[in-house]
Protein backbone atom coordinates (compact mmCIF):
# COMPACT_ATOMS: atom_id res chain seq x y z
CA UNK A 1 0.00 0.00 0.00
CA UNK A 2 1.34 3.34 -0.80
CA UNK A 3 -0.07 6.81 0.20
CA UNK A 4 0.68 9.69 -1.56
CA UNK A 5 -0.06 12.69 0.04
CA UNK A 6 -0.23 16.76 -1.50
CA UNK A 7 -2.13 20.05 -1.38
CA UNK A 8 0.68 21.84 0.93
CA UNK A 9 2.18 25.08 0.31
CA UNK A 10 3.33 28.23 1.66
CA UNK A 11 0.12 30.88 2.45
CA UNK A 12 -0.64 33.99 4.22
CA UNK A 13 -2.01 33.94 8.11
CA UNK A 14 -6.32 33.46 7.67
CA UNK A 15 -5.59 30.95 4.21
CA UNK A 16 -6.54 27.87 3.44
CA UNK A 17 -5.29 24.59 2.19
CA UNK A 18 -7.11 21.10 2.01
CA UNK A 19 -4.47 18.12 1.77
CA UNK A 20 -5.01 14.99 -0.10
CA UNK A 21 -3.94 11.65 1.03
CA UNK A 22 -4.63 8.99 -2.22
CA UNK A 23 -4.00 5.34 -0.84
CA UNK A 24 -3.17 2.98 -3.04
CA UNK A 25 -2.17 -0.64 -3.84
CA UNK A 26 -3.10 -3.92 -1.90
CA UNK A 27 -6.36 -2.31 0.19
CA UNK A 28 -8.35 -3.87 2.69
CA UNK A 29 -10.55 -1.51 5.08
CA UNK A 30 -9.16 1.92 6.21
CA UNK A 31 -10.26 2.33 9.23
CA UNK A 32 -9.01 4.74 11.25
CA UNK A 33 -7.28 8.00 9.25
CA UNK A 34 -5.12 10.34 11.70
CA UNK A 35 -3.49 13.90 10.46
CA UNK A 36 -0.26 14.22 12.09
CA UNK A 37 2.40 17.47 12.23
CA UNK A 38 6.09 17.95 12.95
CA UNK A 39 8.36 20.86 13.26
CA UNK A 40 12.09 20.65 12.81
CA UNK A 41 13.49 19.27 16.59
CA UNK A 42 9.73 18.20 17.69
CA UNK A 43 8.02 15.02 18.17
CA UNK A 44 5.50 14.22 15.49
CA UNK A 45 2.00 15.33 16.85
CA UNK A 46 -1.37 13.79 16.35
CA UNK A 47 -3.90 16.57 14.32
CA UNK A 48 -7.10 15.11 13.68
CA UNK A 49 -8.20 11.37 13.63
CA UNK A 50 -11.66 9.78 12.30
CA UNK A 51 -12.57 6.30 13.13
CA UNK A 52 -14.46 3.51 11.44
CA UNK A 53 -17.80 3.96 12.58
CA UNK A 54 -16.75 8.29 11.70
CA UNK A 55 -16.25 9.57 14.70
CA UNK A 56 -14.04 12.62 14.72
CA UNK A 57 -11.28 13.88 17.14
CA UNK A 58 -9.41 17.15 16.81
CA UNK A 59 -6.63 18.68 18.86
CA UNK A 60 -7.85 21.76 20.49
CA UNK A 61 -5.46 23.72 18.85
CA UNK A 62 -7.20 23.39 14.93
CA UNK A 63 -11.05 22.71 16.26
CA UNK A 64 -13.31 24.55 14.23
CA UNK A 65 -10.81 25.20 11.94
CA UNK A 66 -9.44 21.93 10.13
CA UNK A 67 -11.76 19.44 9.07
CA UNK A 68 -11.10 15.60 8.26
CA UNK A 69 -12.83 13.89 5.86
CA UNK A 70 -12.29 11.07 3.53
CA UNK A 71 -13.88 9.29 0.12
CA UNK A 72 -13.87 5.55 1.13
CA UNK A 73 -14.60 4.57 -3.37
CA UNK A 74 -11.48 6.61 -3.88
CA UNK A 75 -9.48 5.83 -0.87
CA UNK A 76 -8.90 9.06 -0.63
CA UNK A 77 -8.36 10.73 3.11
CA UNK A 78 -8.25 14.69 3.43
CA UNK A 79 -7.75 17.29 5.72
CA UNK A 80 -9.50 20.85 5.15
CA UNK A 81 -7.39 23.63 7.04
CA UNK A 82 -8.77 26.51 7.34
CA UNK A 83 -7.84 30.12 9.45
CA UNK A 84 -4.67 28.84 9.50
CA UNK A 85 -2.08 30.55 11.80
CA UNK A 86 1.62 30.65 11.15
CA UNK A 87 2.06 27.95 14.66
CA UNK A 88 0.48 25.58 11.88
CA UNK A 89 3.30 25.63 9.89
CA UNK A 90 4.69 22.07 9.73
CA UNK A 91 5.21 18.68 7.48
CA UNK A 92 1.86 16.99 7.69
CA UNK A 93 1.69 13.42 7.54
CA UNK A 94 -1.37 10.88 6.92
CA UNK A 95 -1.47 7.48 8.49
CA UNK A 96 -3.87 4.81 8.20
CA UNK A 97 -4.80 1.36 10.12
CA UNK A 98 -5.92 -0.81 6.58
CA UNK A 99 -7.97 -3.89 8.18
CA UNK A 100 -7.79 -7.42 6.47
CA UNK A 101 -9.39 -10.45 7.19
CA UNK A 102 -7.86 -13.96 6.62
CA UNK A 103 -9.00 -17.15 7.61
CA UNK A 104 -11.81 -15.43 10.17
CA UNK A 105 -8.42 -13.54 11.54
CA UNK A 106 -8.28 -9.46 11.39
CA UNK A 107 -4.90 -8.18 10.36
CA UNK A 108 -4.15 -4.55 10.80
CA UNK A 109 -1.76 -2.50 8.91
CA UNK A 110 -0.46 0.74 9.27
CA UNK A 111 0.74 2.72 6.57
CA UNK A 112 2.65 6.61 6.55
CA UNK A 113 2.64 9.26 3.78
CA UNK A 114 5.09 10.61 2.72
CA UNK A 115 4.70 14.11 4.43
CA UNK A 116 3.92 17.90 2.87
CA UNK A 117 5.04 21.01 4.02
CA UNK A 118 2.37 23.40 5.14
CA UNK A 119 3.73 27.25 5.99
CA UNK A 120 1.96 29.73 6.88
CA UNK A 121 3.25 33.23 7.06
CA UNK A 122 2.32 36.05 9.12
Known amino acids: VHLEESGGGLVQSGGSLNLSCVAS????????VEWYRQVPENERELVASVTGDESAFYIDAVKGRFTVSRDRIENTQYLLMNGLKPEDTAAYFCHITDLHYFNGARYLYHYWGQGTQVTVSP
Open 25 to 32: GSIGVIET
